[in-house]
């Protein structure tokens, strides 16, 4: 990466606490704070739901380039493995979304099941390259530990635990940051407590010695965007997430 350091901000959590939604609202506040910016979303989840977040239509992911470069080797092409990879690398950016105010790109789902090392390793060799080209990058990561492990996300900037209010979510955001600690060049570390039921839950919360940038509520709003797979983009100011990881990216520095 360049002198200017692009900022890259890794969004992590166990499944079903809103990672998607909070990662979307981050793109959504970058764009709005900084027009003048180049900024990258990255959907790193097999999940594959950053893009209907951000009201986009994906066709092709890296998982795509990946296989057919791949799919050629197999088909007794004899280049060098040093060329395959210069060609991998330059057809990631066919695989780039350009939308009005920010770029996109998709990691993929690999069809088979079980490991994912390949294509983590893979994402790795894309967050490099890419990061080179943008001011801010926004990464939606699977659930759970496996790409912090796995020393994906090791060049990350800012890395945003997302919880609930569950023991289950606290215990994996202790748990990634004990990895990360090991693994993870981050400059910055907080959590966001989201989906809360009620206020006086934020007492019962065990996070240890993690900074929380913000707790935000239920919100009913985004709840019924997410049913209907609306653009985050769409949600109104006052929404609690909105207001939320506005204050959590203020905390961080980062607006």
């Known amino acids: 990466m360049d002198v200017k350091k692009t900022k ?8 079903g606490v809103g990672k998607t939604s909070i990662a979307a609202t981050i793109v959504r506040h970058l764009t709005e704070c900084y027009p003048d910016k180049k900024i990258l979303a990255i959907d790193a989840d097999p999940a594959v739901g950053l893009s209907t977040a951000l009201g986009l239509e ?7 380039i990946r296989k057919e470069v791949v799919m050629t080797v197999e088909d007794g092409d004899t280049r060098s493995a040093m060329e395959l990879l210069g060609e ?6 066919d695989a ?3 939308q009005d105010g920010f770029s ?5 789902r690999p069809e088979a099941a079980g490991c994912y090392c390949k294509i983590n390793t893979y994402l790795k060799e894309v967050i490099s390259i890419l990061s080179e080209n943008f001011d801010y990058v926004v990464i939606d990561g699977e659930a759970g530990i496996e790409q912090i492990n796995r020393r994906v996300m090791e060049k990350v900037t800012h890395l945003l635990l997302i919880t609930d209010s569950s023991r289950k979510g606290t215990q994996v955001i202790k748990t990634i940051k004990k990895v990360a600690d090991e693994l993870v060049m ?10 809360l039921p009620a ?13 929380v940038l913000a707790y935000i509520p239920s919100d009913a709003s985004l709840a ?3 049913l209907k797979g609306e653009n985050v983009f769409y949600l109104p100011e006052n929404s609690s997430v909105v207001k939320g990881v506005k204050q959590a990216l203020q905390k961080m520095q980062i607006m």
Do not use: Q
């Not at 994906?58 to 795509?64: L, R, S």
């Open 224 to 226: 019924e965007f997410d």
């Open 199 to 211: 206020e006086n839950v934020k007492d019962f919360m065990d996070i240890g010695d993690i900074p």
């Open 96 to 98: 780039l979304v350009e």
């Open 88 to 93: 991998a690398r330059y057809r990631i950016f």
């Open 58 to 64: 994906v066709t092709t992911t890296v998982d795509d």
């Open 104 to 108: 996109f790109i998709a990691i993929g």
């Open 8 to 15: 890259i901000l890794a969004v992590a959590g166990k499944g």
């Open 186 to 195: 981050y400059d910055k570390i907080g959590v966001i407590a989201n989906r």
